[in-house]
């Protein structure tokens, strides 16, 4: 793909794309170009200095950027690589709020500084007048929290997304609220080192009955130098599985086993688009995890069947529970390679009036983006194989580094060697509760295309 095709704003000049990007955590962990950044440890580091919940969050250094590539920092992308900076005035430690500054010493923003990873410093506030201290971590988290209040994401016996890293201006913070539990993601530094500011305003603003920390010393968080094993840190773990509310369908979310923080609640919107179309289709999730597209087409959706299939044991004892505890007899669940799977229905004429593809990020970075196209063409050219002529297509990527236009291409192809006509009906992205910065357009990463395959 010619670099011109790719979208304008990919490049902002602070970095490669990561983090946001890889919201997402599939079962697999850091994209390969960001593996290699990471320092030669083998033994994990010691965790972050704590900082003091009344921390004055005033800077303890100047990092001066060098000439002209101060632009996309202006344009609050919150990223600083080591490769921008031209000199640090001062001895920062890791952790501690530095300011940023052009070459010739006019303040940029305010941020954290961590030499342990090549984003050297994390940006968060552009005033020169703002202190990174508690009262400003609580109104960042009092805001991310009133905006899912005005997407009617409070009610709660459901589940949202609360804090979206970049998305709410809290780069490496995640917090996904299940019922009464709250579990948190961090994948930077600065956020680790004041977990207890954030754990006190995320208790102000949600009352939460308890706080996990999850899926923190797995990928992205390694490469801030950081090791967070998963662990209560307020209040107490549900006992048993969390059950959530999701328009007419419940689903059983294992806070402190499952795969990301327990749900891909970024699908929420689109299993629900998914389900409008599947009234009496025989439907095929491949890579179905707990269930959520295979439960919702039967219940919401009123499919005839539903096969499910995953590779993990553990997923498809979710997707099991969750099909039984919504009524769902008609959905099979099965433990199977997608790949292998996929080949076998189709070698026995097997024919499917709807078919989901929501397989894990197969591009860990550009680097890989060629091969991860070549994977999407294959699933998705037997997919259209196995769909009876009107069926329907659900084709998802969570490959942040797989542009849109890559993936809309990729589908193109897959018409044009196919001989069938694909209507595409919708091209989805994430849930609201996921939003992403347009300052940071690294933050997105989630493609559905819905379309209707002749
Ligand atoms: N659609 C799901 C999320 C899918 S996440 C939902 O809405 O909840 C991707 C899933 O792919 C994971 O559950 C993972 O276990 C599964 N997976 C990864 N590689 C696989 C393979 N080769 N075959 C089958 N499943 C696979």
């Not at 070698?347 to 550009?366: C, H, N, T, Y």
């Amino acid at each position: 793909m010619p670099e011109g095709r790719r979208r304008p704003g990919r490049k902002p000049g602070s970095g490669p794309r990561h983090d946001a990007k890889d919201q997402r955590h599939r079962s697999d962990s850091a994209p390969e170009g960001r593996r290699r950044d990471v320092r030669s440890s083998v033994e994990p580091p010691p965790p972050p200095a704590a900082r003091a919940a009344d921390e004055p969050g005033l800077p303890t250094a100047t990092v001066l950027v060098k000439a002209k590539r101060a632009r996309p920092f202006f344009g609050r992308h919150p990223w600083v690589l080591d490769t921008a900076i031209e000199r640090v005035e001062g001895t920062p430690a890791d952790g501690d709020v530095v300011d940023l500054a052009t070459h010739e010493g006019r303040f940029i923003a305010r941020g954290v500084w961590n030499a342990s990873s090549r984003l050297r410093v994390r940006l968060y506030a552009f005033e020169a007048d703002v202190p990174l201290d508690a009262p400003f971590w609580r109104s960042r988290i009092q805001t991310a929290v009133a905006l899912r209040r005005t997407l009617g994401l409070d009610d709660r016996s459901g589940a949202a997304r609360l804090i979206n890293s970049e998305g709410d201006d809290l780069s490496g913070l995640i917090v996904d609220r299940y019922g009464d539990h709250l579990a948190v993601q961090v994948t930077s530094l600065a956020m680790a080192g004041r977990l207890d500011a954030i754990c006190d305003a995320l208790e102000a603003a949600v009352k939460p009955a308890g706080i996990l920390l999850r899926g923190a010393d797995r990928g992205l968080s390694k490469l801030e130098g950081l090791h967070l094993p998963d662990r209560v840190i307020r209040g107490t773990a549900p006992e048993g599985p969390v059950f959530i509310r999701e328009g007419n369908l419940s689903w059983g979310v294992d806070l402190t086993e499952g795969q990301k923080t327990g749900f891909y609640l970024d699908q929420r919107e689109n299993r629900r688009a998914a389900a409008l179309l599947a009234r009496d289709r025989r439907v095929l999730d491949l890579f179905c995890y707990s269930g959520g597209f295979a439960v919702a087409c039967a219940v919401t959706g009123s499919a005839s069947s539903v096969l499910a299939v995953d590779g993990s044991a553990k997923a498809t004892a979710l997707a099991r529970a969750n099909a039984d505890f919504n009524g769902a007899a008609n959905v099979t669940v099965e433990t199977a390679d997608a790949f292998g799977r996929i080949d076998s229905l189709a070698a026995a004429g097997e024919k499917f009036g709807m078919v989901i593809l929501d397989p894990p990020k197969f591009a860990r970075s550009r680097g890989s983006v060629e091969e991860a196209l070549r994977a999407y063409h294959r699933i998705n050219r037997v997919a259209v194989d196995l769909l009876e002529p009107g069926g329907i297509l659900v084709s998802c990527s969570c490959s942040g580094s797989v542009s849109r236009d890559d993936f809309l291409e990729m589908l193109s192809a897959v018409a044009q060697r196919s001989g069938r006509q694909i209507a595409m009906l919708e091209c989805r992205g994430a849930a609201p509760d996921h939003p992403v910065s347009a300052s940071c357009l690294e933050g997105e990463y989630l493609k559905c295309v819905i379309a209707r395959v002749a």
